[in-house]
Structures are given as structure tokens and as C-alpha cells.
């Protein structure tokens, strides 16, 4: 299937005040496919939903070609889930819970999970519960890859780790992606990690997805422009605009997204100046990105 | 080699490990016949996705300065000297041209620029 | 994968395992040798079954408690992690439930084959004057009846939200609270006595755990 993960029109509602609506979304197969927000966007809901936790008002969600929730115990066989908070029983110890974890998967791969149990340092004697919160994040991705699902989906698992445990989870993760035609499905606000290993981003703000596209075109797109004598009054542009500020003079500076080179023709044509054009990295185009839905267009 | 993969840079993270790989062939560090890391091997390394790391190695490939073999891995060719040195000029291009770009913004004059270049190679050399 | 659902509840239950099982070892043997039938009069005997009566609330007691605590402990740490992990298994919720609750069976098994055990020696090295039986395997079969009744029981309870929990406990709370009331209110009306009288008399679904239990009866 060319596409290991799609939902169409979803709605979810949790109480009043939050709720998913019109969501689409389209995870290619074998991408790696950062999912980018703000804390109660709904990154985390989503990924509910697509575990078949939480169920769906409205819309559907197919996920591996089954449907979700409908045939999830067929999906969960073939996907590998870290989660926000650690899960796992806390009485268990590393080997208890590998040994568990194993039963329920015929594709388990032993040697590698012992490698990784070393790569990662986890002492198979400690209980869940006396590990540290970087421990459990390591045991957490190692169940997940031994499993060698067909999809993996994580829900900030770098989140509060540090440095040198995230470049461990994160190496083993790209190692089991070049093996295996996996899909990553991936959420997290550690935007820079994203970037080197993510080759589609989908952004969530309030319950919308705002943007789904390739991460090269997301990156090369948005740039930050100087331009002098701008027009007062803007009609068309071929590209999109995020923000305008003034800048020194009667310059200003505008944040842009879509931008091509053969685009400076535009200004020439409304008799301004294109006096720069810089790339803005990942992380400062996700917040113009959401600042534009925050704010009415001028 | 590889130790400032920038994904911020304006480059593409696939152009700057070709550019440091083909750097590394023309300069001779890597000599014909030597394999190259393994894609999953630099991919987990670096902590990029693999597909960048495969499209870097095709554009090599492309180039003429590896070879892919199936199952085998993906190995330095010969490059005959003439390539290396345009590939050595180009990369000397390169930096001048971010240079002289710098210097620009800086509000330096290539008068200037010509100076400090001079003082700072004699310094070097003499 | 019933293996490992055996492994983790017995990591959990063991030591009420262990326990129930070395009591459920000692109630029928300590109780049988707990009067002397040394000679053979009515009277004697007639005290001698009265002790035993006594001691034999401890078998609808250990029934309970053992169902009561696998029940729970099946479920517990589940409802700790907020049920993640059990509902992000490949298995569709019902067979989970199953497995789990057959796994919980099987260790209640272990204190009740130490009750046969034991009332079959009690009853083996027990010497009876006429008129006396032993039934050590009807009170096996019983005592397994009880305990299976009140491990289904709590662990219903215990595999629902804590919603169900909550209703369930807070119904009988209510009906023992209207029953102190009304009786305080010095009226003559009795709602327990109706209640548990449909609960424990039979057809009543724990009418098992009512009466006398007796390893040795006329």
C-alpha cells in the first residue's frame, strides 16, 4: 500500500473544550514522518486514534490496510508504539518485561534485542520502576524495534532525555529504518531532530492539520525576504505570506512560504527591491507557520 | 568527517555529506577501491534519514567518483587527476564565493577583503 | 502468550498464593485433630462436631479472601498504567480478558488441590466411631466451587472501570446505610435479611459459601 497510515475527516470530541475536527492525514509508506505542534494541539489524540484507544465521532482511519479501531488487534501485530508516559509494569524487571513483551510478537528478534539491551546499558535485573526516566525511554524503544514492526509510532520519545541518551534512541531507530522498509511515525517539539531525520512533517495547531508536505519543501520553502519601496497595497503573490514587518528605513522584512527564485520577477513588477533572500530553519518556519493561523491575514 | 552536519544550512543535509565525501576522494584521504560506510552504518551515525544518505551516495555515483555494488556496498573509484583538480577548484570557489558573500554583509570592500587575504597567506607561508 | 499472562499474575498473587495454599493445607488437618474421639460418647462427639462447625467458617473465608485478592491483583496493575499496555496487545479485548482470567484459575487451583490433599489425609488418619463419615472431596469440590464463585465476582469487578467498582460497592453501602436507618428509626422493617437471604440461600449465586462446612458429618 502506498500509504501506511490515512485518515479522512476525523472528528473527536474530549469534553468542551477539546476536539479534533476535519482531520486528514497521509503517512506515505517508508517515510519518515515528523509530527510537529504545540502542546495541546492534539499530537497525542491522534496518535490515540490511530492505535484504536480512542474512537472516532466521525471519519476513518486505516492504518497498515486494516481499519482502525475495527481490526486493531491485526494492526497493533504489525506496529510498534512508544508512548508519551511510560507504560510498561513497574514491578516487572528489564528481562520480565522483554520476555513478556516478546510472547505476543512471532517476529521477535532476540539478537537484537539483546544487542540492543547492551548498545543501551539496561540492566535486565532492575525493575521498571527503579530505572531512570532515560532507561525507560531506551527499554520502551527497544520493545518497539524488536518487535520489527512494519510501523512505528512515537509519541515524543526523546522528550525529557538527554542529549546523549536521545542520539542512542535515535541512532538505533535510523539503524532499524535503513534495514527494514519501515514507516516512522514520529511526534515531537525537538524540531532540530526532526529536521535531519524526517522527509515528510505534518503540523497540528488546535485539532487542525495546517500543513502536511515533503520536509525539503517545508525547509526550502520558507524564506525570509528584505525588500525596499514594497507596495503599499498587496494583490497577488505567487507565493505565501506568513508575516511583514517593518524593517530599517522604508524596507521591510517579510517571512514567505512557497518561494522560488524565478519569484523575484514579482517584485520588479510592482516596482519594489529584493535586497535579500535568507532561509529560515525549521524551527523558525513552524512558528511563523502557526503564528499565521493565529493571526487574521492583513 | 562528518562532524558539522548542519540541518539549518541553506545546503541540503544529501549535498553536504557528498560535498565532504567528494572533498575527502579528491584530497585523497579516501583512496580507489575503499568502501564507503554502509548506509545504515552512517545513517545511524550521523542520525539523518537513510534516504539522505542514499541520495548523497547516488549523486557520488552519478559524478563518477563511486560505485554502487549491489549487495556489496558502495566504493571509492579511481578519479583521474584532471577531475580532481577541477573538483579542488571548485571547492576552493565555493568558499570564496561564501567569502566574499560575508564580506558583503559585513559592509567590507573587496579592497579590503583582497588585504586581509594577502596578510593572512603570507603569514601562513613565510 | 498464556504463559506469559500465568508468569506475570503469579509474579504478582504469589506470596497470597503461597499463603492460601499453606492454610488451605492446615484448616482440614488442624481442624479434624482439634477434639479428642478417644472415647466413644455422644456427648463428645456431639462437642467434637460443634468445634469443627466453628472451624469451618475458615473455608468459606479463605474461598473468599483467595478470590477476592487474585481477582483483584489479575487486574491492578493494569488499571496502574491506565490499561495502555493490555490495550495496545495484538489481541482483541475479549481474548485478552479470557486469558487473563483463566490464568488466575490456574493458580487458584494450587490452594485448592492442597485442601484435597489435606482433608484426604485428615480423613485418612482420623479415627471415627460409628455413625461418622468424612467427606473430604465434597468439601474440596465445594470450597473450589466458592472460591471460583468469588474470584468470577471480584474479578468482574476489578476488570471494569472503577466506575462499575464504585456502583457496586457503593449499592451495598447504600443498603446497609437505609438498613441502620430504618432500624434506628426504631421500625421493624428488615432489608438486609430479604437482600442476603436472595444472595446467600439457594438458588442464590453465593448461596455456596452458606451453611455448614464439615469435613466430618453424619
Redesign the interface.
Known amino acids: 500500500m502506498s500509504n501506511a497510515v490515512e485518515v479522512r475527516d476525523i472528528l473527536y470530541r474530549a469534553g468542551k473544550a477539546f476536539e479534533i475536527r476535519d482531520l486528514s492525514l497521509n503517512v506515505p509508506t517508508g517515510s519518515v514522518y515528523g509530527f510537529l505542534g504545540p502542546n495541546g494541539s492534539g499530537k497525542t489524540t491522534t496518535i490515540r486514534l490511530l492505535l484504536g484507544l480512542l474512537r472516532p465521532a466521525r471519519g476513518r482511519i486505516t492504518v497498515l490496510g486494516g481499519d482502525v479501531p475495527k481490526d486493531a488487534p491485526r494492526v497493533l501485530a504489525r506496529t510498534g508504539y512508544v508512548p508519551e508516559s511510560p507504560h510498561l509494569y513497574p514491578m516487572l524487571t528489564v528481562e520480565q518485561l522483554i520476555r513478556v513483551h516478546a510472547s505476543f510478537y512471532p517476529q521477535w528478534d532476540g539478537a537484537w534485542s539483546r544487542d540492543l539491551q547492551r548498545t543501551f546499558r539496561l540492566d535486565g535485573g532492575t525493575r521498571f520502576s527503579s530505572l531512570s526516566k532515560g532507561e525507560k525511554g531506551k527499554l520502551m524503544m527497544l520493545l518497539a524495534l524488536a518487535q520489527r514492526p512494519e510501523l512505528l509510532l512515537l509519541d515524543e520519545p526523546t522528550d525529557g532525555l538527554d542529549p546523549v541518551v536521545r542520539r542512542d534512541v535515535l541512532s538505533a531507530l535510523l539503524d532499524y529504518v535503513s534495514q527494514q522498509n519501515a514507516t516512522v511515525f514520529i511526534s515531537s517539539h525537538l524540531i532540530h531532530e526532526l529536521e535531519r531525520i524526517c522527509d515528510w512533517v505534518g503540523v497540528m495547531d488546535r485539532g487542525h492539520l495546517v500543513a502536511e508536505l515533503p520536509m525539503q519543501s517545508f525547509k526550502s520553502g520558507i524564506k525570509r525576504l528584505r525588500v525596499s519601496n514594497p507596495p503599499p497595497r498587496l494583490g497577488d503573490t505567487p507565493f505565501v505570506i506568513l508575516s511583514r514587518e517593518p524593517s530599517t528605513g522604508s524596507a521591510e522584512t517579510w517571512v514567505v512560504r512557497g518561494w522560488q527564485p524565478p519569484m523575484t520577477q514579482y517584485f520588479e513588477g510592482v516596482g519594489a527591491g529584493l535586497k535579500e533572500v535568507v532561509d529560515l530553519d525549521l524551527e523558525e518556519g513552524f512558528v511563523e507557520l502557526l503564528n499565521t493561523f493565529r493571526q487574521p491575514q492583513q | 568527517m562528518f562532524e558539522q552536519i548542519d540541518p539549518r544550512s541553506a545546503t541540503p543535509l544529501y549535498a553536504q555529506i557528498a560535498g565532504r565525501l567528494r572533498v575527502a576522494v579528491a584530497a585523497g584521504e579516501l583512496r580507489p577501491g575503499e568502501p564507503l560506510p554502509s548506509v545504515r552504518q552512517l545513517a545511524s551515525k550521523l542520525r539523518v534519514n537513510p534516504a539522505t544518505v542514499v541520495q548523497a551516495y547516488r549523486d557520488l555515483e552519478t559524478e563518477g567518483f563511486v560505485e554502487m555494488r549491489q549487495g556489496a556496498g558502495t566504493f571509492v573509484k579511481e578519479v583521474v587527476p584532471e577531475r580532481k583538480a577541477t573538483e579542488r577548484s571548485k571547492q576552493a570557489i565555493d568558499l570564496v564565493r561564501q567569502m566574499i558573500a560575508e564580506a558583503g554583509r559585513l559592509g567590507l570592500t573587496a579592497r579590503e577583503l583582497q588585504q586581509a587575504i594577502e596578510q593572512e597567506l603570507e603569514a601562513r607561508i613565510g | 502468550?498464556f504463559?506469559?499472562m500465568l508468569?506475570?499474575q503469579w509474579?504478582?498473587a504469589r506470596s497470597l498464593i503461597l499463603v492460601g495454599t499453606l492454610a488451605a493445607f492446615a484448616i482440614p488437618i488442624v481442624s479434624v485433630h482439634s477434639g479428642d474421639l478417644g472415647s466413644v460418647d455422644s456427648f463428645t462427639v456431639r462437642t467434637y462436631l460443634v468445634t469443627l462447625q466453628g472451624l469451618g467458617i475458615a473455608y468459606p473465608i479463605l474461598a473468599g479472601v483467595l478470590g477476592l485478592i487474585l481477582g483483584v491483583t489479575a487486574w491492578g496493575?493494569d488499571h496502574?498504567?491506565?490499561h495502555?499496555?493490555a490495550?495496545?496487545?495484538?489481541?482483541?479485548r475479549w481474548q485478552y480478558a479470557l486469558l487473563r482470567f483463566t490464568a488466575g484459575l490456574v493458580l487458584l487451583a494450587l490452594p485448592v488441590f492442597a485442601l484435597w490433599i489435606s482433608a484426604l489425609i485428615a480423613s485418612a488418619t482420623v479415627k471415627l466411631p460409628v455413625g461418622l463419615t468424612t467427606y473430604p472431596t465434597a468439601l474440596a469440590l465445594r470450597f473450589a466451587l466458592a472460591a471460583l464463585v468469588a474470584y468470577a465476582a471480584f474479578s468482574a469487578v476489578a476488570a471494569g472501570t472503577s466506575r462499575t467498582a464504585a456502583y457496586v460497592l457503593s449499592s451495598i453501602a447504600v443498603v446497609l446505610i437505609a438498613q441502620v436507618a430504618l432500624s434506628m428509626a426504631a421500625t421493624e422493617i428488615d432489608i438486609v435479611s430479604p437482600v442476603a437471604a436472595a444472595v446467600f440461600v439457594w438458588p442464590g449465586p453465593l448461596a455456596v459459601f452458606s451453611g455448614r462446612w464439615m469435613l466430618i458429618d453424619v
Not at chain 3, 490495550?87 to 482483541?92: C, D, K, V, Y
Open positions: 502468550m504463559r506469559t508468569f506475570t509474579t504478582w496493575p496502574q498504567g491506565r495502555v499496555y490495550l495496545t496487545r495484538p489481541l482483541p
